[in-house]
Structures are given as C-alpha cells and as structure tokens.
C-alpha cells in the first residue's frame, strides 16, 4: 500500500519556508516528502499546487495563453521564493518582465536584487543582483516587490537586442484598450518620457542600445509582430503609417480599429495573429469590419505573420497598396 504523507497544517499554505514549517510543528522527515517540491534553499512548494496551476495553464486557449502561462509560472516561482527572501529584496530584470507579461523568454534562474548596500542573495535557482537606491523604482503587483515597468526595460539591454528591447518598449508604452475599444490612457504602464527618464537615472549596462531603442519606440504598436512590420517599414522607407487607427464611415460611424493606417489615402493595415483564424467570433468579426471599410472607400491590407517574419514581403505588399492609391 502506497506511503500517503501526513496533511499538512492548513494555514502553512501552498507555499513556504522550512522554518515556518517547523514552527508550525511539521516534522523533518515530513519537509523530505515526494509531494513537496524545493525550488529553492529553505523552500518548499506542494506539488499539488503545481498540478493545479498546469491544469488551469492548460485550459486557457486564448491568443497570449504561452505569455500569461510564463507569467503564472514566473509569480509561483516569485512567491515560493518570498517565503525566504531576506527583508528589502524584490523581482527584477527578466523576471519581472515576465511576470509583467512582457514578450520576454523567461530566464532559467528568479532574478532577485536588493538595494546597496545589502548584500545580493545568492543560491540554487536564484540569480542575485545589487543596484544602487537612485537607479532603481519598486512597485507591488500581487503581492509581489518588483521593480517598475521602465526600471525593468532598462535591466533588459544586458540580454536583449536593439530590436527586442524597442518590442518590449512599445509593449510597456502601449495604451490599452477596454473590451469595447476605448482607449484607457490610465492603466498605461510607462510613457516614452518615463522610459527616458529611467535611463538617465544612471549608468546602466547596455545604456547604448537603450539609447537606440527609445528613439524607435511609439505608442500604438500592441503586438511582437506588429513592431516587427512597422519596423521594417520605417527601414525599408516607407511613410510612417499612424498606429492604433479607429476608422470611421462619413456620418461618424466607428466602423474599426486597425493596427496601421494611411487615412489620407484610406488605406488600413490589419496584422492577423492566428487568432484572426482560429477564433470564429473573430473571423466574423474582421469580415464585418471589412466589408464596412470597403463601403467607406477604405482598401484593407491583411498581413501575416508569414509575410512580416518569414517570406519578408510585407513592405512590398504595403508599398504596392500605396502606388495604387496615390
């Protein structure tokens, strides 16, 4: 008959320190069960508390599911650790930006810093780093001490391209929209000055590249893909097209948003994720706003991801839509 763990004390939590544990009365042996996982010295984490939180990654089947299941397993991992974080400690760099939901891998190691003088933690599983009082903001996002969203751009230059760090600018810069497509200029995280800002605050590795990348960032951009095109536009000479568009008929109809537009010679630029595909109420949905555009007298220009990172005949496709049009 299989070995079944003694229950643990119900207020412990799915998440805690070892010493927290034996205060509670939990024995040693007990802390060296199979259905306790130790991500880190001195922590423990049920793994029926992962089990959980993989059942609920799994049903999700929305277009940012990988983006939001990195950022699940990225805050577990974060509030295992708090349970032995020393006082004054908080997430940073890649790990934050994950957490933040941000389009970055996520890194093998938590990336945890305190401010100097504190000495930076160090262990299995942790990547410790020290940063000084005035080149770092902290904010709390559920509970969890982590830097800001401009104070984690500018950590990102030690691992990220020009390229990648414009993409996670423009994913900090862009304003959100609610699920009736107004803009909510409240709930953005950081504005273009603020990133500017955060890089002046002092010396930072990769301050070049951070440099590079904040002269190329704009507002509007809410996608990887979508940056990915209006950046090889701008490099292939393109007009720059406006961002986020809302498109009206004459009467003041709102009859969509596109990602890109030329409305002066009412071209509309939509940047399909397989979404667009795979999700019935969105193709219904776009087959509307299409039809509409037509009518207004707008020309739609529907691109793929295979055109903008694969066969890299978007801007032409674009280019072409111009000529006819001018």
């Known amino acids: 008959m299989p070995f079944s763990p003694a229950p643990l004390p119900k207020d412990i939590g799915a998440q805690f320190s070892t010493a927290a544990a034996l ?5 040693r042996a007990r802390l060296r069960a199979l259905d306790l996982t130790s991500p880190f010295h001195g922590a423990r984490r049920t793994a029926s508390d992962i089990a959980e939180q993989e059942k609920e990654i799994a049903e999700d089947t929305s277009p940012l599911a990988r983006t939001r299941a990195d950022a699940q397993r990225m805050k577990a991992k974060a509030r295992t650790f708090l349970t032995v974080m020393a006082p004054g400690g908080f997430i940073c760099g890649r790990s934050a930006a994950v957490i933040r939901e941000y389009p970055v891998d996520a890194p093998d190691e938590l990336e945890v810093a305190v401010l100097s003088p504190s000495r930076a933690p160090r262990g299995a599983g ?13 904010d709390e996002l559920d509970g969890i001490p982590i830097t800001s969203p401009a104070t984690t751009w500018t950590m990102l230059a030690k691992h990220l391209s020009v390229r990648e760090l414009i993409i996670v600018g423009d994913a900090i810069v862009q304003i959100p929209r609610d699920d009736r497509g107004r803009q909510r200029p409240q709930l953005v995280a950081a504005t273009v000055e603020q990133l500017r800002e955060a890089v002046g605050a002092g010396r930072h590795v990769g301050v070049r590249k951070l440099r590079r990348a904040l002269e190329r960032i704009r507002v ?5 893909l979508e940056t990915d095109f209006r950046l090889d536009a701008e490099d292939a000479g393109l007009p720059e097209p406006e961002l986020d568009v809302e498109v ?6 709102r009859l969509g948003i596109s990602e890109f ?3 002066t ?8 994720g397989d979404h667009h595909r795979t999700s019935k109420k969105q193709w219904n949905r776009d087959m509307q706003k299409y039809r509409d555009y037509s009518a207004a007298g707008w020309e739609t220009v529907r691109l793929t991801s295979q055109d903008i990172r694969w066969t890299r005949c978007a801007t032409q496709i674009v280019r072409d839509a111009l000529a006819r049009r001018m």
């Open 126 to 138: 942790v990547k410790g780093r020290r940063i000084e009082p005035w080149m770092v903001a902290i």
């Open 220 to 224: 509007g951009s809410s996608s990887p």
């Open 248 to 253: 009206y008929d004459e009467h003041g109809r």
């Open 261 to 263: 537009a030329y409305p």
């Open 265 to 272: 010679v009412k071209i509309a630029i939509e940047v399909e």
């Open 23 to 27: 205060r509670a009365g939990v024995s």
